[in-house]
């Protein structure tokens, strides 16, 4: 189990807080319309019963892929990170100059991204092409909307 999914504690705490919820309130939810499913006659015509017992396979998935997440999960010491250059966890505010727009962005491991929020996840084009450089330096993407010049304005946490 060498591949370590990075978090930050709050990452780590969503996580485990869905975990939770998965397990004591939506498994006994799907158990119990398995079971009302049941109790309503002959098993093979009964698309109810189906219907469970399709809610449960992916509830378990669901709880299966979590639990491997949290098993690989490391918790990052953001008072170590070295901001002298672009890493995992550190917040970039960035000038986009092909779209003439600046930007910012918290990168952060897939399984905490979010847009919206800000968090952009370290494994797509943009925050790979940032890994290890320095503020002032302007570096060329490949995205699937084209060739995006970016020049780092200011690394954070």
């Given at each position: 189990?060498?591949?370590?999914?990075?978090?930050?504690?709050?990452?780590?705490a969503?996580?485990?807080?869905?975990?939770?919820?998965?397990?004591?309130?939506e498994?006994?939810?799907?158990?119990?319309?398995?079971?009302?499913?049941?109790?309503?006659?002959?098993?093979?015509?009964?698309?109810?019963?189906?219907?469970?017992?399709?809610?449960?396979?992916?509830?378990?998935?669901?709880?299966?892929?979590?639990?491997?997440?949290?098993?690989?999960?490391?918790?990052?010491?953001?008072?170590?990170?070295?901001?002298?250059?672009?890493?995992?966890?550190?917040?970039?505010?960035?000038?986009?100059?092909?779209?003439?727009?600046?930007?910012?962005?918290?990168?952060?491991?897939?399984?905490?991204?979010?847009?919206?929020?800000g968090?952009?996840?370290?494994?797509?084009?943009?925050?790979?092409?940032?890994?290890?450089?320095?503020?002032?330096?302007?570096?060329?993407?490949?995205?699937?909307?084209?060739?995006?010049?970016?020049?780092?304005?200011?690394?954070?946490?």
């Amino acid at each position: 189990m060498a591949d370590y999914i990075y978090l930050t504690p709050e990452g780590l705490a969503k996580l485990e807080n869905e975990l939770t919820k998965l397990k004591s309130v939506e498994r006994p939810a799907v158990i119990q319309a398995i079971a009302e499913a049941r109790d309503k006659g002959d098993l093979s015509e009964n698309a109810e019963y189906d219907a469970a017992k399709e809610a449960q396979v992916f509830l378990e998935n669901q709880i299966a892929k979590l639990e491997q997440t949290l098993a690989k999960a490391r918790v990052l010491d953001t008072s170590k990170l070295d901001l002298s250059k672009v890493q995992l966890h550190c917040k970039v505010k960035l000038m986009n100059h092909t779209m003439k727009k600046e930007m910012e962005f918290k990168l952060v491991s897939q399984s905490e991204a979010d847009l919206r929020e800000g968090k952009l996840a370290v494994e797509t084009p943009i925050a790979k092409a940032l890994l290890g450089h320095k503020v002032g330096e302007t570096i060329e993407v490949q995205v699937p909307s084209g060739l995006q010049k970016i020049e780092i304005l200011e690394i954070g946490l």
